[in-house]
C-alpha cells in the first residue's frame, strides 16, 4: 500500500499562495490517479482536484477552479496542488489520497491511500 506525506501548509492571509506537496513511498506512483481533499472544522471531507496517471487530465471543484492547480512529478513521486487567491472559506486540512484503480472518481470512497493531511489557514 503506498504511503503519502502532505507538506507545505501554514498560515497566510487572505489573497496569499501555499504551494501543497504530497509525497508517495512507491515507485509506481504513476500507476495511481491521485486527488487532493480538505475537511474545515465541523464540516464533511471535500473533493477538491484530481489528476490522472500521466497528468495530462485534471479538475476541479467549482469552488476552487480557476485559484487552485493540481500537477504531480511521476519522476519525483509527488503530487502538488498551487493554491493561489487564499480565502479565510479555504482553512482547512487538506489530504491528497491514491487510487490505483484509475477510477477518476470526485467520490472519496474511491480512495485507497491517504496522507496525514497538512493543515491550512487563511486569515482574513
Known amino acids: 500500500q503506498v504511503q503519502l506525506v502532505e507538506s507545505g501548509g501554514g498560515l497566510v492571509q487572505a489573497g496569499g499562495s501555499l504551494r501543497l506537496s504530497c509525497a508517495a513511498s512507491?515507485?509506481?506512483?504513476?500507476?495511481?490517479?491521485m486527488g487532493w481533499f480538505r475537511q474545515a472544522p465541523g464540516k464533511e471531507r471535500e473533493f477538491v482536484a484530481i489528476?490522472?496517471?500521466?497528468?495530462?487530465?485534471?479538475y476541479y471543484a467549482d469552488s476552487v477552479k480557476g485559484r487552485f492547480t493540481i500537477s504531480r512529478d511521476n519522476a519525483k513521486n509527488t503530487v502538488y496542488l498551487q493554491i493561489d487567491s487564499l480565502k479565510p472559506e479555504d482553512t482547512a486540512v487538506y489530504y491528497c489520497?491514491?487510487?490505483?484503480?484509475?477510477?477518476?472518481?470526485?467520490?472519496?470512497?474511491?480512495?485507497?491511500?491517504w496522507g496525514q493531511g497538512t493543515q491550512v489557514t487563511v486569515s482574513s
Open positions: 489528476i490522472n496517471r500521466s497528468g495530462g487530465r485534471t
Open positions: 512507491e515507485r509506481t506512483f504513476s500507476s495511481y490517479t
Open positions: 489520497a491514491a487510487d490505483k484503480l484509475d477510477r477518476y472518481s470526485t467520490n472519496y470512497d474511491s480512495y485507497t491511500a
